[in-house]
């Protein structure tokens, strides 16, 4: 009879100990996500602050003013449009002719630059190397780098 009175009173102690932590765990987490909604709002607060400055700084007339201001900007005129050929040597005194155009044939129909764009790639042979990469392309499909695989090399002497 005593031993189930004292189990009752252990009991109740436990479950009256756990309820007091559990509560005042509650509230420290109530007072955290305030903390946080407090935070939140202040935070959205600075983003409208910051996109008026933004819209500010990038009115149009603003930047118009400014880039005539400091640094001597203005409409784009007849005059400022020019050739190439028209521009100014600066490579010394001695200014090459004009070179005419060139023909030129896209990359891809002049097979050495083809060639070089595209470097050849060693097959594996022998039976280690293209074991270990078509373990690699089943471990590691992503990484393996080639879609297709050599055949594996027979033992056998050919016929």
Not at 18 to 30: D, G, M, P, R, T
Not at 138 to 146: I, Y
């Amino acid at each position: 009879m005593r031993a189930s009175w004292f189990l009752w009173g252990a009991l109740a102690i436990g479950v009256g100990v756990s309820l007091f932590l559990l509560k005042y765990e509650v509230q420290a987490l109530e007072n955290e996500l305030i903390a946080r909604q407090e935070q939140v709002i202040r935070d959205r607060s600075a983003i409208r602050v910051l996109e008026a400055e933004w819209t500010y700084l990038n009115d149009p007339e603003r930047l118009r003013r400014l880039s005539a201001e400091h640094l001597g900007f203005g409409p784009a005129t007849t005059q400022n449009v020019a050739d190439i050929a028209a521009l100014p040597y600066r490579g010394g005194v001695d200014a090459p002719a004009p070179v005419s155009q060139p023909n030129v044939v896209p990359p891809r129909a002049r097979p050495e630059v083809e060639a070089q764009a595209r470097p050849e790639i060693a097959e594996p042979t022998g039976f280690g190397p293209v074991l270990f990469a078509r373990l690699q392309h089943l471990l590691f499909p992503a990484s393996a780098g080639a879609a297709t695989l050599p055949p594996l090399p027979s033992k056998r002497a050919p016929r």
